[in-house]
Nanobody
Framework: QVQLVESGGAVVQAGGSLRLACKAS????????MGWFRQAPGKEREFVAA???????YYGNFVEGRFTISKGNAENTLYLQMNSLKPEDTAIYFC???????????????????WGQGTQVTVSS
């Protein structure tokens, strides 16, 4: 069974930086895609970033160059470097992955079959 465990969430001031990590079972190089989503209280889960098997990266419109997604294959860990954080970035951040392509687009939650439990990011103003 695929297991994803997020870490790195914290309270940070606006303008600060944070790096999230997602430790995955197995070899992440075998996953067709991995990504980050976030969900604020009372809101829908929102696409943040994704990276596919070919290392192509994708970002949500709100990212505006502030975040960088990357993979550490040796340690089987997905990362999200977040800079210039804003209060509206406050949310639970979820790691997601898929081993096969069943259809769907990278920014849709339905593209991913495996999810972590999330890590809380709070940005204070």
């Amino acid at each position: 069974q695929v297991q994803l465990v997020e870490s790195g969430g914290a309270v940070v001031q606006a303008g600060g930086s944070l790096r999230l990590a997602c430790k995955a079972s197995g070899r992440i190089s075998t996953y067709s895609i991995m990504g980050w989503f976030r969900q604020a209280p009372g809101k829908e889960r929102e696409f943040v970033a994704a990276i596919n098997w070919g290392a192509s990266t994708y970002y949500g419109n709100f990212v505006e160059g502030r975040f960088t997604i990357s993979k550490g294959n040796a340690e089987n860990t997905l990362y999200l470097q977040m800079n210039s954080l804003k209060p509206e970035d406050t949310a639970i951040y979820f790691c997601a992955a898929d081993g096969e392509y069943y259809g769907g687009v990278y920014y849709s939650t339905t593209r991913y079959h495996y999810w972590g439990q999330g890590t809380q990011v709070t940005v204070s103003s």
